[in-house]
């Protein structure tokens, strides 16, 4: 039987991008995709502006070319913005599917989010070229810091792949695609994606040419996680506030797929609803036990079988 996620949703995007490189035979350096909405600086008044949110980032502009050292560049534009939400739930749970359908992990649990970069796609290729990546093929969220004038990046994907030699890398320079400076890796992105309006080619895919958007060897790697950012009261029921599908005093992580047990990491969805059994401390992740469990949910029985499959160990 086919599976399918929603073409061009983000996931989507980039394990069709993934898949679209190795088929190609071009090993990937790193992947990933820019957070949902964009971050967009205003020049001459140091204003940033995130969907109805602003605020004032004082020399913001001194930090938008990365430099020579762009760790602390991307610590700075941070500071700067520290306001502003730089890590987002769907973010981790969009990158959560990627990583189990292509086996490309984070470097850590809540992602890098390297901050914010601007939208010239060669902070992308720096990123990784620069050190803010530990190792080859990891996984990673940005957030694209752009002028008004510029274009969008929100929801876009990317990979960053090894070339054969510098002549390509200089064929593909010539060609506007962003380079590493040895020309030794190149960028490929998708700089958008356009939400329900590809979904009908899902249906038809799956439907019709019984495609599958994920391959034979898709697995359970990692899950999404819930740490608390508060201490959280016995009782409290952890509910889902707003419009962005996030749970407030929980801080979502990705980390390895653990068995059942009572005190095993509980997915971070599958507390949603659900009341505490116990208080829990700021820091902890939560755990099975921590909650009390719902009476006949169907997301709880599928989890249940999809861990009988998991490898023992």
């Known amino acids: 039987m086919p599976y399918t996620l929603v ?19 071009l090993p990937i350096v790193a992947a990933g995709k820019s957070s949902e909405y964009d971050f967009v600086l205003d020049p001459a008044t140091e204003m940033v502006t995130w969907l109805e949110q602003r605020v004032h980032a004082p020399g913001m502009m001194r930090h938008w070319a990365l430099g020579q050292d762009a760790a602390a560049t991307v610590a700075a534009r941070e500071a700067l913005l520290s306001s502003l939400p730089l890590r987002t739930v769907p973010d981790s749970c969009e990158m959560t599917l990627v990583a189990n359908a292509t086996g490309i992990l984070p470097d850590r649990d809540t992602f890098h989010a390297p901050s914010p970069a601007p939208s010239s796609c060669r902070s992308c290729m720096a990123r990784v070229t620069r050190g803010l990546l530990s190792a080859p093929g ?40 962003p380079v590493s400076a040895d020309r030794r890796r190149a960028l490929i992105y998708n700089p958008s994606h356009l939400l329900g309006v590809e979904a009908p080619t899902s249906i038809m895919a799956a439907g019709a040419m019984r495609h599958s958007m994920v391959g034979p060897d898709y697995a359970q790697r990692v899950d999404l996680l819930a740490q608390a950012t508060c201490d959280l009261p016995a009782g409290h029921v952890l509910a889902i506030e707003g419009t962005r599908h996030a749970v407030p005093g929980l801080e979502p992580l990705l980390r390895p797929t653990m068995p059942e047990a009572p005190d095993a990491p509980l997915p ?20 099975r036990d921590m909650v009390e469990p719902p009476a006949g949910s169907t997301l709880w029985r599928l989890r249940a079988a999809q861990e009988a499959r998991l490898p023992a160990g």
């Not at 599958?270 to 755990?287: D, E, I, N, Y």
Request: glycine letters at 14%.
């Open 7 to 25: 073409d061009g949703d983000q996931p989507a995007l980039l394990i069709g991008l993934v898949s679209w490189a190795r088929l190609l035979g």
């Open 138 to 177: 990891r996984l990673d969220v940005f957030n694209c810091l752009r002028r008004p004038d510029e274009a969008s990046f929100a929801g876009g994907v990317y990979v960053v792949v090894e070339l054969a030699d510098a002549r390509t890398g200089g064929l593909f320079a010539g060609k506007g695609i």
């Open 268 to 287: 971070y969805y599958m507390a949603v609803g659900l009341r505490l059994r116990r208080a829990v401390a700021a820091g902890a992740v939560l755990t």
